[in-house]
């Protein structure tokens, strides 16, 4: 059982225009939401994260929504860069009491490619 | 301040051999967690450890271990391998447990 999914498994766009990538999730414990971005070889690298009480979060070019009825969130890089293609996750996870467990659910990933 | 740091990067054993591989997280973060990342299966969780108890399990056989000493690093020891197991072997440093900081990963190769 897939309790979060990225139905996309790559994406294309051109450098400078907006990149959109969405994330899923079936498990409606989770309360904290963050995006990766990974190269070849290497570890993830963290993006952004928003919490379950807000429905979106800035940081620089990167801005995170969450919609918690529709139980999905999304990533916006705007503008796009070639240097931004990689892998992109989404993971989630489910907390108690303010204490995190430590255990991050992924979600497939996303290829991103972006031309010059 | 230096990241996560996994040892070695790359490792070759061949099946029914055990194998253990090493996390030192970021200064000051007492959670490591472990994950496993394959083609088929994605990145999964293996464990977590905090004040150097396992706080948290993944759905993985006994064959998968870990431990966390008293300065936060951690290891996690493979028994008996089987060609399944090679994949990529991350381990993730974090202070408060939410934003998690990735190592390189240990690429763990079963022949």
């Known amino acids: 059982d897939q309790q979060v999914k990225q139905n996309s498994p790559s994406l294309s766009v051109q450098e400078g225009r907006i990149s959109i990538l969405n994330c899923d999730y079936t498990?409606?414990?989770?309360?904290?939401f963050l995006w990766y971005k990974k190269y070849p070889a290497e570890g993830p690298t963290f993006l952004i994260s928003?919490?379950?009480?807000?429905d979106k979060n800035e940081d620089g070019r990167f801005t995170v929504f969450l919609n918690k009825s529709a139980k999905h969130l999304s990533l916006h890089i705007v503008p796009s860069q070639p240097g931004d293609s990689a892998v992109y996750f989404c993971?989630?996870?489910?907390?108690?009491?303010?204490?995190?467990?430590?255990?991050?659910?992924f979600g497939q990933g996303t290829i991103l490619t972006v031309h010059p | 301040k230096a990241g996560v740091t996994q040892t070695p990067r790359y490792l070759i054993k061949t099946r029914g051999q055990q194998v253990t591989l090493s996390c030192s997280p970021i200064?000051?973060?007492?959670?490591v967690s472990w994950y496993q990342q394959t083609p088929g299966q994605g990145l999964q969780f293996l464990f977590e450890?905090?004040?150097?108890?396992?706080?948290n399990k993944g759905n993985f056989p006994g064959r998968f271990s870990g431990r966390q000493f008293s300065n936060s690093r951690s290891e996690m020891n493979v028994s008996t391998l089987e060609l399944g197991d090679s994949a990529l072997y991350l381990c993730?440093?974090?202070?408060?447990?939410?934003?998690?900081?990735f190592g390189p990963g240990t690429r763990l190769t079963v022949l």
């Open positions: 200064s000051g973060h007492r959670s």
């Open positions: 993730a440093s974090s202070f408060g447990g939410y934003e998690q900081f």
């Open positions: 993971a989630a996870s489910a907390n108690a009491g303010g204490t995190s467990y430590g255990k991050l659910t």
């Open positions: 450890y905090f004040s150097e108890t396992q706080r």
């Open positions: 498990n409606s414990m989770f309360d904290y």
């Open positions: 928003i919490s379950s009480i807000k």
